[in-house]
């Protein structure tokens, strides 16, 4: 059974750094793309990152390119987002799951804050 468990959420001020970890079991992490997602209250859930299984490829949502870094361990089963220059339009709950996602399950998500 697949599972997602995220972590490294926390406040932070306007311009600070974050690091958030997902640790995956239940899949084939080694073949399987990867991303970070993000959700407000009473909006949808956006993705926000996407990495290939091999780490040639990421991509970035317009709004957080060039202060995000998706990265990936697969000796370790992990996915990481390195969040820099953070801004109060990042807070959110945040996910990780396969770049496509079928069947709905989810982890229970990082609550990032980015207040003064």
């Known amino acids: 059974q697949k599972k997602f468990v995220e972590s490294g959420g926390g406040l932070v001020q306007p311009g600070g750094s974050l690091r958030l970890s997902c640790a995956v079991s239940g899949i084939e992490f080694t073949l399987t793309n990867m991303a970070w997602y993000r959700q407000t209250p009473g909006n949808r859930r956006e993705w926000v990152a996407i990495i290939t299984y091999g780490s040639r490829r990421r991509d970035y949502r317009d709004s957080v390119k060039d202060r995000f870094t998706i990265s990936r361990d697969n000796a370790k089963n992990a996915v990481y987002l390195e969040m820099n220059s953070l801004k109060p339009e990042d807070t959110a709950v945040y996910y990780c799951?396969?770049?496509?996602?079928?069947?709905?399950?989810w982890g229970q998500g990082t609550q990032v804050t980015v207040s003064s």
């Open positions: 799951n396969e770049q496509n996602v079928y069947d709905d399950v």
